[in-house]
């Protein structure tokens, strides 16, 4: 759902850049209260999966691909505040570098992929914990959920920002029911990947889970070789595990990179070529007639290929690889800096309420 530069006018892209950047400033400050200390690296690695997924489109109808959104994803393992800014970093890696989404639309994209998804992701998500039984399964099933609904949301946001500004004449209708519907089938895919994912971390290390935080985890006991749920008044002299807080999240940060590498650097290679959801709506409608080039068409990563590579699978893969990389080194920097910051807010409070107490 990259929006090019031309499908919205100047004022309201403009307009979109703005509450775009409000979004984006309010994160930095909510996120300082979600980054613990392990959390700044895994946020990195969260934004560089989410890039390397987004290479692999997956087919939804004839013609047609849609590839993860993230913003499902990224708010329920590392916060919504967090996930805002990973999706943010991913658009501008791919604006900036792979010219994928315009650079004049960058606004519109963080409002309908970053800002939307988040918002509708983790209201649906955390309205559905309230409902469903204290267990990992309610986590997945509402991550499910939350990540179905985030995508038809950002197909809402596009139209409401195509009525307010649009380059071409096409009736809105018209635009709003090809949007909805064909973003209601990549919804589905989004919420399988999405419930995969924190399914699979959640089966490892519940703890990193945002959006797990607080669950009850039954008291394991090993009977006949096998993990069981011990009884509700298990002796208290059963073994006591390691706490979960502090062991170590490097081995699922080196599991989590080297997915993300060869999800980008070689499956990427059998994805779906179709053009995607909104690019197949555009193109049905008549709405990329005003569509402009890519400011960053003459750079050497540009569609995910590198310059000069003659072989088709090598040059994607390599493109995926070094986005992987940047990405992830970006974003780690950006929320290491949050972090740093966090660290400062918490040493100045501490000092204020000794000096006060003195």
Same mark, same amino acid.
């Given at each position: ?6 499908? #919205? ?5 403009? *307009? $979109? ?22 959390? *700044?690296?895994? $946020? ?9 997924? @987004? ?6 109808? *004839? ?16 916060? /919504? ?12 890696? @791919? ?56 995508? +038809? ?24 029911? $090809? ?13 399988? #990947?999405?419930? &995969?994912?924190?399914? &699979? ?10 959006? &797990? ?37 490097? /081995? ?36 990329? @007639? ?9 750079? +050497? ?23 992987v990389g940047a990405t992830v080194v970006v974003g780690t920097g950006i929320f290491w800096t949050v972090r740093r910051r966090r660290a400062e807010d918490l040493t100045a409070s501490s000092t204020a309420s000794a000096t006060s107490a003195v």
């Amino acid at each position: 759902m990259h929006v090019p530069d031309g499908f #919205i006018d100047a004022p309201v892209s403009i *307009a $979109a850049g703005v509450a775009a950047a409000g979004a984006v400033a309010v994160s930095l400050r909510g996120a300082r209260r979600e980054l613990e200390e392990r959390a *700044a690296p895994l $946020a990195g690695l969260v934004a560089a999966f989410i890039f390397a997924v @987004q290479m692999l489109n997956f087919p939804v109808a *004839a013609g047609t691909s849609g590839h993860l959104l993230g913003g499902a994803l990224a708010a329920i393992l590392v916060g /919504p505040y967090t996930g805002v800014l990973c999706v943010s970093v991913v658009l501008l890696m @791919q604006g900036v570098l792979f010219a994928d989404g315009g650079l004049t639309a960058l606004g519109v994209n963080v409002m309908n992929m970053a800002v939307v998804t988040v918002v509708v992701a983790y209201a649906v998500f955390r309205a559905l914990l309230k409902l469903l039984p204290d267990t990992r399964r309610s986590v997945t099933v509402a991550a499910f959920a939350g990540a179905l609904l985030s995508v +038809p949301g950002a197909a809402v946001m596009f139209t409401l920002l195509y009525a307010l500004g649009g380059t071409t004449d096409v009736p809105l209708g018209k635009v709003f029911t $090809a949007m909805v519907g064909v973003h209601v089938l990549i919804g589905i895919g989004e919420a399988v #990947i999405t419930a &995969a994912t924190v399914g &699979a971390v959640l089966a490892v290390r519940p703890d990193l889970v945002h959006g &797990a935080r607080g669950l009850a985890a039954p008291l394991k006991l090993r009977v006949g070789g096998e993990l069981v749920d011990a009884p509700a008044a298990a002796p208290a002299a059963a073994p006591v595990a390691v706490p979960a807080a502090g062991r170590s999240a490097k /081995p699922v940060w080196i599991t989590g990179l080297v997915t993300a590498l060869l999800l980008a650097g070689v499956v990427s290679f059998y994805a779906s070529t179709s053009p995607d959801g909104l690019e197949k709506v555009a193109a049905d409608k008549g709405i990329d @007639q005003n569509v402009k080039e890519h400011a960053s068409a003459g750079s +050497p990563l540009a569609d995910y290929s590198v310059k000069d590579v003659g072989d088709a699978r090598l040059s994607g893969g390599l493109a995926g690889v070094i986005g992987v990389g940047a990405t992830v080194v970006v974003g780690t920097g950006i929320f290491w800096t949050v972090r740093r910051r966090r660290a400062e807010d918490l040493t100045a409070s501490s000092t204020a309420s000794a000096t006060s107490a003195v």
